[in-house]
């Protein structure tokens, strides 16, 4: 099994920057992050694959910048010009499997969330 732990959320002006940890307990194929923000489906907002290639949803390109860390076995995502629709639990997911896809499904393994407040 791979166990994800999140960090780096908090409370922050608009405008402002979060840095966003997953931290998983193995080596997933992939890493992405979905957010969910209250009232709204959880939805997928970046990931990476274990050659590095980073993919994103359109409503977050040029904000978002996804990295990880194969050394430390840690993903980060680099939030910028914050802004309260960005308010949500974000989570980060593992998979196992080749290929990307926001596709909740086929992430078999799920952090506990990190909140994010923009106001």
């Known amino acids: 099994d791979v166990q994800l732990v999140e960090s780096g959320g908090g409370s922050v002006q608009a405008g402002g920057s979060l840095r966003l940890s997953c931290t998983a307990s193995?080596?997933?194929?992939?890493i992405a992050w979905f957010r969910q923000a209250p009232g709204k489906e959880r939805e997928g907002v970046a990931g990476?694959?274990?050659?590095?290639?980073?993919y994103y949803a359109d409503s977050v390109k040029g904000r978002f910048t996804i990295s990880r860390d194969t050394s430390k076995n840690t993903v980060y995502l680099q939030i910028n010009g914050l802004d309260p629709v960005d308010t949500a639990t974000y989570y980060c997911?593992?998979?196992?499997?080749?290929?990307?896809?926001?596709?909740?499904?086929?992430?078999?393994?799920w952090g506990q969330g990190t909140q994010v407040t923009v106001s």
């Open positions: 990476i694959d274990r050659d590095h290639n980073a």
């Open positions: 997911a593992a998979t196992v499997n080749c290929g990307f896809s926001f596709r909740e499904e086929r992430y078999t393994y």
């Open positions: 193995g080596s997933p194929y992939g």
